[in-house]
């Protein structure tokens, strides 16, 4: 059977699967959802599960992950064991609203006090209570450009919804544990929306881990709305198994005079493909995008980012660093779109990589298309070993070799630790990327599980 062949088989799997269970999510789900679905299985039959020869993931061959049978979470399944039990990765001294979401399904089931007027639930619960909140549902997560967000979409039940009215600040972050366990292994879809009001502030902070050694699939889409002179800080730590996919997807719209931040650390997991991209709507608006990868034996990585300065302006950052050891690999595709018109825009970019073998691989792309002539705009990536003349230094005053690298790889990896504004988290993750450059993490994640590690 050729390649060709079996890519179109695999394809047609997940769109037999939809047509099995479509009546049932259907009937299942209120009309605001509902009312993207049917379009977005159409576009992901037109675009089929990516392959290389897709522009978008020609460094990610996502068909192996998609080959394994899986067993499908369209219901929600209730964890007998509390939080406390099965996170130990926290974060001391640090007071968060607590949730847990497993296999994409929301539990709130923790701690934390919200203001008056702030909404943090189960998406499934909004969109049949109050589906006016979701009037945006659907409206920047674009099925027709991403066949990943068509499936999302069209698998789409429940997540985490997020509601802060205008001119409220969210003094303690929303902290979000997103765990994937079963007695199988499992495809989760889980489907997440922010909305943060005008004037409002929030810190969401999302931690990925995975609790058993089958293997998993996560696809993930996030919509945040960042209203006129709205702050919005989005955190995510993903800590997963090797046997685990990882397809995590968020989308940022801002106004005039918003901030928003991004910040993914990356310390574990099998196949991870972060996709991120932002519209600056609104003059003024900036936005900040940071992450750190740290891979090995054949662990993947894929940074994909878009920023569209649609207004004049606006300002957007971006910094990815990567340190890859024995055969592990990773990819960061960055694109910058100044649209006709968005003058005075100041936008920068940079992709740094650190390869500690011969065997790792890097791939990295960053683009500019700017339709505008009075900008500010400049991209760079690098790829390198350890810098052996700045190893002997070291060890000429009396450092071992082991310890100076230690020291190297952490003043690399510390440019983004350091755009942590959570004090706390920075110190948490400060003390893990220590142990995880140093060996000291387990190779799966903190937990009270024996995971498996192949």
């Known amino acids: 059977m050729s390649v060709v062949t079996d890519q179109v088989d695999l394809s047609l799997k997940y769109t037999a699967h939809y047509n099995e269970v479509k009546n049932a999510l259907f009937e299942d789900s209120a009309e605001v959802l509902n009312a993207q679905r049917k379009k977005a299985f159409q576009d992901f039959v037109k675009q089929g599960i990516p392959t290389r020869k897709d522009e978008n993931y020609k460094y990610t061959n996502l068909q192996p992950s998609f ?31 607590l949730a847990l979401i497993q296999n994409g399904w929301f539990r709130k089931d923790g701690k934390g006090d ?47 919804f997020l509601y802060v009215p205008k001119g409220v600040n969210v003094e303690s972050p929303i902290q979000i544990i997103n765990i994937l366990k079963n007695d199988v292994d499992t495809y989760a879809t889980q489907r997440n929306f922010i909305y943060v009001e005008a004037g409002a502030k929030a810190q969401v902070l999302w931690c990925d881990h995975t609790l058993n050694s089958n293997q998993y699939l996560s696809n993930s889409v996030t919509e945040i709305f960042v209203g006129d002179n709205a702050e919005m800080e989005f955190y995510t730590v993903q800590n997963q198994h090797n046997k685990a996919t990882n397809l995590n997807s968020v989308f940022v719209k801002q106004g005039r005079d918003s901030r928003a931040t991004t910040h993914t650390t990356t310390l574990h997991g099998g196949m991870i493909r972060n996709n ?84 790792a691989t890097m791939q990295t792309k960053p683009q500019l298309i700017i339709d505008a ?82």
Do not use: W
């Open 276 to 359: 991120l991209k932002f519209m600056l709507d609104g003059e003024n608006a900036e936005a900040h995008m940071y992450g750190m990868a740290f891979m090995d034996r054949k662990q993947h990585v894929d940074n994909f980012t878009q920023v569209i300065h649609a207004v004049p302006h606006c300002e957007s950052n971006q910094l990815y660093k990567n340190v890859l050891d024995e055969q592990s690999s990773g990819a960061f595709s960055g694109r910058i779109h100044v649209v006709r018109d968005a003058q005075k825009t100041n936008a920068f970019q940079r992709n740094n990589n650190l390869l500690l073998t011969d065997e």
């Open 373 to 454: 002539d009075d900008v500010k705009c400049s991209h760079g990536a690098t790829i390198g070993q350890i810098d052996e003349e700045a190893l002997f230094y070291l060890r000429a005053r009396g450092i071992d070799e082991d310890k100076a690298r230690l020291m190297m790889m952490n003043a690399f990896t510390h440019e983004v630790v350091n755009e942590i504004k959570i004090e706390a988290l920075r110190d948490r993750i400060d003390d893990l990327v220590d142990k995880r450059l140093s060996g000291d993490l387990a190779r799966c994640h903190e937990c009270d599980y024996q995971c498996e590690c192949d």
């Open 114 to 160: 919200l203001p008056a007027g702030v909404i943090f639930d189960s998406l499934e619960k909004i969109a049949n209570e109050k589906p006016e909140l979701l009037a945006a549902y659907g409206s920047i997560a674009n099925t027709e450009e991403d066949p990943m967000v068509a499936l999302n979409t069209a698998f789409a039940k429940d997540g985490f």
């Open 67 to 97: 080959a394994t049978d899986f067993e499908f979470v369209h219901e929600k399944t209730v964890l007998a064991t509390a939080n406390e039990e099965v996170f130990k990765c926290d974060v001391p001294n640090l007071n968060t609203n």
